[in-house]
C-alpha cells in the first residue's frame, strides 16, 4: 500500500492548534498518509503562542509531497505579497500536487496568484479584508471549506478538521473517514457547505432545546416530517420552534433536514447497491430526480458520478 505524502508548511506566527490538525487526523489513518511538517529555512518557527516549535524538515519536502497544507498565521502577519523566502519555497512543490490552506493559510495561496479565478474560503473574521486583498479570488466565506481541485481551502480552527477528514473520506471512502473521527472523538461528517458562523449556538439559559427533536427527526428521514411535526415533538408553537431552530443551528429547519438527507443519500451512495430511487426513498426525498437536484445543488456532482468516485476509493 502506497502512503500518500502530506508536508505541512509553518511559517512564523503559525496557530499551534491548526499546525497539528493534519498529523493528528491523517496520522489516525490506518497508515495510509505520512505527515511531515517543515518550514521555509529548516529553523525553529515562532507561533502566536508563548512558545516555537521545531521542525524536522526545510522547504525541499515541498518537492516531495502528493498534498501540501498551508498551515495558518495570526491575522497580524497577513499581506498582499509572498514573502522571497515563502514564494521560494512555494516554488518548490511539483505542478499537480494537491494544495490545502486551513484558515488564514488561504491568504498564502491567495497572495501568490494561485487562487485566482477560484473558489475559496477563509475565516469569516478576515473574510472582507481578503475580497479587498485579493479581488479575483471568488470568497464564500458562509462555509466549512471549498475543495476546488487541486486547491482545497478551510475556515477557522475545527474546520480545517472537516477538510483532513474529508480528504480522507475522498481519498479512501466513509468508513476509513469514520473510523478516523471516532479514534478522534470528532464529529464524522459537517458538510463543506454548512454555516461557519452561528450567532447564537447554544439556547439561553432556561430555554427548551430542538436537540431532541433533531435526534427524533434523524431516526425518521424517510418520512415527511414537516414543520407542524417538529415543533409538535418540541412541544412548542411553530414560530418559536422555528425560532430556536435557527438560533441553535443557523438553518432553518427545511433547509436542515434537506441537509441531513443529502448526508444520509451520500452515505448509502458510498456503501450500498442500492438505485438512485431506492435511496431516495430511504432518506425522504420524493423522487431520484428530487435527490439528483439536491446532491448537485450540494456538491455540483450527480449520484452516479459520486458513486464511482467512492466506489474507486472503496
Not at 47 to 62: I, K, M, Q, R
Not at 145 to 152: A, E, T, Y
Not at 172 to 193: E, K, Q
Request: aromatic share 6%; glycine share 8%; hydrophobic share 45%.
Amino acid at each position: 500500500m502506497r502512503r500518500e505524502r502530506v508536508v505541512v508548511l509553518a511559517l512564523d506566527g503559525v496557530y499551534p492548534f491548526e499546525l497539528g490538525i493534519p498529523s493528528r487526523i491523517l496520522g489516525a489513518a490506518d497508515g495510509r498518509y505520512e505527515v511531515l511538517t517543515c518550514s521555509v529555512d529548516g529553523r525553529p518557527v515562532r507561533t502566536n503562542a508563548d512558545f516555537g516549535v521545531t521542525v524536522e524538515h526545510g522547504p525541499e519536502a515541498l518537492a516531495t509531497a502528493d498534498t501540501v497544507v498551508i498551515a495558518p498565521v495570526a491575522p497580524d502577519r497577513l499581506t498582499d505579497e509572498v514573502p522571497g523566502d515563502v514564494l521560494a519555497a512555494l516554488a518548490l512543490i511539483r505542478p499537480g500536487t494537491r494544495i490545502v490552506s486551513i484558515c488564514t493559510g488561504a491568504f498564502v495561496l491567495a497572495a501568490a496568484g494561485l487562487l485566482d479565478g477560484r473558489r475559496a474560503t477563509t475565516h469569516w473574521q478576515v473574510a472582507d479584508r481578503f475580497r479587498r486583498m485579493f479581488p479575483r479570488v471568488d470568497l464564500d466565506p458562509d462555509v466549512l471549506f471549498v475543495d476546488d481541485h487541486p486547491f482545497l481551502t478551510s475556515a477557522g480552527a475545527a474546520s480545517g478538521v472537516d477538510i483532513c477528514l474529508h480528504l480522507v473520506r475522498k481519498d479512501h471512502g466513509s468508513r476509513l473517514a469514520n473510523g478516523v473521527a471516532r479514534r478522534c472523538v470528532v464529529p464524522p461528517f459537517r458538510d463543506g457547505g454548512q454555516a461557519q458562523y452561528i450567532e447564537q449556538p447554544v439556547p439561553e439559559q432556561g430555554a427548551a432545546s430542538t436537540a431532541a427533536t433533531r435526534a427524533w427527526a434523524l431516526e425518521r428521514l424517510g418520512e415527511p416530517l414537516t414543520l407542524a411535526d417538529l415543533s409538535g415533538h418540541a412541544r412548542m408553537s411553530q414560530r418559536t420552534f422555528a425560532r430556536r431552530f435557527h438560533d441553535e443551528v443557523g438553518l432553518s429547519p427545511g433547509r436542515w433536514l434537506i441537509q441531513q438527507r443529502v448526508v444520509r443519500a451520500r452515505h448509502l451512495l458510498e456503501s450500498s447497491d442500492l438505485t438512485v430511487d431506492q435511496i431516495a426513498g430511504r432518506v425522504g426525498f420524493a423522487t431520484g430526480a428530487s435527490l439528483r437536484q439536491h446532491l448537485n445543488a450540494a456538491i455540483g456532482v450527480s449520484p452516479q458520478a459520486y458513486r464511482r468516485t467512492f466506489q474507486a476509493a472503496r
